[in-house]
């Protein structure tokens, strides 16, 4: 399997900008699809944002316009950059990754107030 670690989560206030950072345990080439997801308390998780194998993505409608996920298969890394964070994006943002197989990080906390 692999083992993702996120990081690059923080404080900020509202209209900040974020940038986190999903490295993997070993080359996501072969991933079929890495993806951001978030967590808040006493909420569901949900997707944020993924990218395949191609460069393709898909973003939850709450985060459109505003964030944007890229991936680096030199470093084995993904990242999610988050501009104009609100209120109601703090959550544990969790990194997710498939192929045969699924893996989760353990998530870097966002936390956007004033």
């Known amino acids: 399997q692999v083992q993702l670690v996120e990081s690059g989560g923080g404080s900020v206030q509202p209209g900040e900008s974020l940038r986190l950072t999903c490295a993997a345990s070993?080359?996501?080439?072969?991933?079929?699809?890495m993806a951001w997801h978030r967590q808040a308390p006493g909420k569901e998780r949900e997707l944020v944002a993924s990218i395949d194998t191609m460069g393709d993505t898909n973003y939850a409608d709450f985060v459109r316009g505003r964030f944007t996920i890229s991936r680096d298969n030199a470093k084995d890394t993904i990242y999610l950059q988050m501009n104009d964070l609100r209120p109601d994006d703090t959550a544990l943002y969790l990194c997710y990754a498939t192929r045969y197989w699924v893996a989760w990080g353990r998530g870097t906390q966002v936390t956007v107030s004033t």
């Open positions: 070993r080359t996501i080439r072969t991933f079929v699809q």
